[in-house]
């Protein structure tokens, strides 16, 4: 069942599933215009919790009040470690932390890495390279974003994916899996390489 939690922007709702002797937990948010339904944060969730840990699916206050564009940025950021604040204090999330989203969750997870204490951090599709548009300059790139992290990351993206593929780094692995930026082509190869990811990490 979700459970509603308070944040500076309103309430964000979250659905936790523990398991037994849990080793800590995994907190994923969702892209910018989809919700925590998507199937490879529902696929990521699971390969935790296979693994031993807790899996805590958090959507952003803007989708719980029935909006479809996403919030800024700073309000993204600042929702997000309010529930994360409350995963730790309520006891939910005991043990290692490792938050993560898809696209635009996963750069929530990124910009947020040390101030919500995360040991590790998980990026679905990072979205590196927003796509050109005509008439237009090119948008930055967000390597920035996943350069800040100084905890163990990895980033699974598919291999056709419109905003590029990441490059490894130290304390980045990178797995290129079948598919676009929906990841649903592979679930396997997404739950496979979060799964091995894990068995090192922990």
Known sequence: MPIEIE??????RVSVETVVDARGVL????????????????????????????????EQPYRVAGRRSPAPAAQLDAAWLAVVDHLRTSGLAAGALVVGGRSSGARVACRTAAASGADAVLCLAFPLQPPARAGKPPAPSRLPELDEVTVPMLVVQGASDRFGVPPGAPGRTVAVVRGDHA??????AVSEAVAAWLADLL
Do not use: E, F, I, K
């Not at 944040?7 to 964000?12: K, L, N, S």
């Not at 948010?29 to 919790?49: I, S």
């Open 7 to 12: 944040t500076p922007h309103g309430p964000a």
């Open 27 to 58: 907190v994923l948010g969702h892209g910018a215009g989809g919700g925590v339904a998507a199937r490879d944060l529902v696929t990521a969730a699971a390969a935790a919790r296979a693994a031993g840990l807790a899996s805590a699916l958090v």
């Open 183 to 188: 990841l649903r082509s592979d679930l396997g």
